[in-house]
Each structure stands twice: as C-alpha cells, then as structure tokens.
C-alpha cells in the first residue's frame, strides 16, 4: 500500500491503515501535500490503484492536507 501512495503525486504519507480480511474492507487515511491537486482527484486515483490490486474489497480513504511546511 505504501509504494501505491508513495508513487501518486501529491501524495504525502499513509497512516491509519485497518483491513478486515473477512469481510473485505480496507480504509487509510492518506496526508495531501500542501498546494497540491483536490482531495477528490487524488482520492479517486488513489482509489483506481488499489482496486486493481485488490479488486475483491471494498475501499475507504479518507485525505487529509498537510499544512507543515
């Protein structure tokens, strides 16, 4: 998961990360670099990539900006 976050742009770090493997869900929460692209477009990339990889769950990402310089 770290490498998915760490190749999309605008992405800073992932943190919170819970997977249920019974029931098939997965949430993080991912850091959004200050002055970069919406939270929308980069939640939605990031979502596309991680379905590919696991395709059979069900997928929640919450973006947070990071406002540190």
Do not use: C, W
Not at 20 to 45: N, P
């Amino acid at each position: 998961m770290n490498n998915i976050v760490d190749e999309t742009e605008g992405a800073s770090q992932l943190h919170g990360f819970y997977i249920d493997f019974v029931d098939k869900t997965m949430s993080f929460e991912v850091v959004l670099e200050f002055g970069a692209r919406s939270r929308e477009s980069l939640r939605d990339e990031l979502k596309r990539k991680v379905l590919a990889a696991f395709p059979a769950y069900d997928i929640a990402i919450a973006v947070e900006y990071d406002f540190t310089e």
